[in-house]
């Protein structure tokens, strides 16, 4: 099925970016799995994926929402 995607604040897009920082995409993949068997059996296990950096950059509004949307797609081809 389609991976659960958490929502991505804003505040934090701007945070980062106000800060020079970049913005590390993480995915986890396999934990649906993991609660729904409630312990962990042989062929159950979390998979963590890092991905390419992201540079916080923003100019207005509309670059924050670029931005958004970009590490959104970037986690999302992580986990999926």
């Known amino acids: 099925?389609?991976?659960a995607v958490s929502r991505y604040r804003l505040e934090v897009m701007q945070a980062a970016a106000s800060a020079g920082c970049s913005i590390q995409p993480i995915g986890i993949r396999g934990t649906s799995e993991l609660f729904r068997a409630r312990r962990r059996t042989s062929g159950s296990w979390a998979r963590i994926r890092f991905g390419d950096s992201i540079r916080a950059e923003w100019?207005?509004?509309?670059?924050?929402?670029?931005?958004?949307?970009?590490?959104?797609?970037?986690v999302g081809k992580l986990c999926g």
């Open 1 to 3: 099925g389609t991976p």
């Open 59 to 74: 100019s207005d509004h509309a670059g924050l929402l670029d931005l958004r949307e970009r590490v959104r797609e970037a």
